[in-house]
């Protein structure tokens, strides 16, 4: 079975705060995806990556950054939390080709006081 | 822009069937995926069509026209445990995925 591993389901980070939010895959996927999911809207692409050291902007990447050093991990920096970057976190990754599914982590809900 | 329409919320009984259905744009369009979400939880894989007709897998079918922009899935023989949200994507001509904002399923029993 396919593993994505969060490194934190729960997180509180203060308004300016960095903050790091760590993915990992078992699969040696090439696709890796952060998303975020609000209530009522459909989930937003942050960032994605289709290789180690590449990386493309998503929907909504302003006031985040990624990094991906290793094809394995994928991770997501908040460089100055704010309050409206409270929401879940989900990170997900698949294989190249146009059927291929995503595999999620089971997310990390940051809140941002 | 691209924009995905799902009901908000459904309510059905145990055992019964029900029919979630999925509306797309259909410039470029490169498939549609169904994943479900238990509250709380990850989302999972369900289905994927990218031709016309009907996949069925157990008690789960999802259907595709592309000429209508129209997708849904149906759920059969309904089980307590399949109460979550049911989340419909379209991969669009970017090969970037398009997310409806999920159809919450209830099931009464």
Same mark, same amino acid.
């Given at each position: 079975d396919v593993k994505v591993t969060q490194s934190s389901r729960y997180l509180v980070k203060r308004t #300016?705060?960095?903050v790091f939010l760590e993915c990992v895959q078992d699969m040696d996927h090439e696709n890796m995806f952060w998303y975020r999911q609000d209530?009522?809207?459909g989930l937003?692409?942050?960032y994605f990556s289709y290789d180690v050291k590449m990386k493309e902007k998503?929907?909504?990447?302003? #006031?985040?950054?990624?990094s991906r050093e290793k094809k394995e991990r994928f991770s997501l920096i908040l460089e100055s939390a704010s309050t409206n970057q409270t929401s879940m976190y989900l990170c997900a990754s698949s294989y190249r080709g146009e059927s291929?599914?995503?595999?999620?982590g089971n997310g990390t809900r940051l809140t941002v006081t | 822009g691209q924009n995905i329409d799902q009901p908000t919320e459904m309510t059905a009984t145990e055992g019964a069937i029900v029919q979630i259905n999925c509306t797309y744009q259909t410039s470029g369009f490169n498939g549609l995926f169904w994943y479900q979400q238990h509250a709380g939880e990850a989302p999972t894989f369900l289905s994927y069509n990218v031709l016309d007709g009907l996949e069925e897998k157990g008690r789960f079918s999802s259907f595709l026209s592309r000429s209508k922009g129209y997708s849904y899935l149906l759920l059969k023989e309904l089980q307590m445990k399949d109460s979550a949200s049911y989340l419909c994507a379209e991969k669009d001509s970017n090969y970037?995925?398009?997310?409806?904002a999920g159809t919450k399923l209830i099931i009464k029993p």
């Open positions: #300016g705060e960095k209530p009522g809207l937003r692409l942050i998503g929907d909504i990447p302003e #006031g985040y950054s990624v291929s599914p995503l595999h999620f | 970037q995925l398009i997310w409806g």
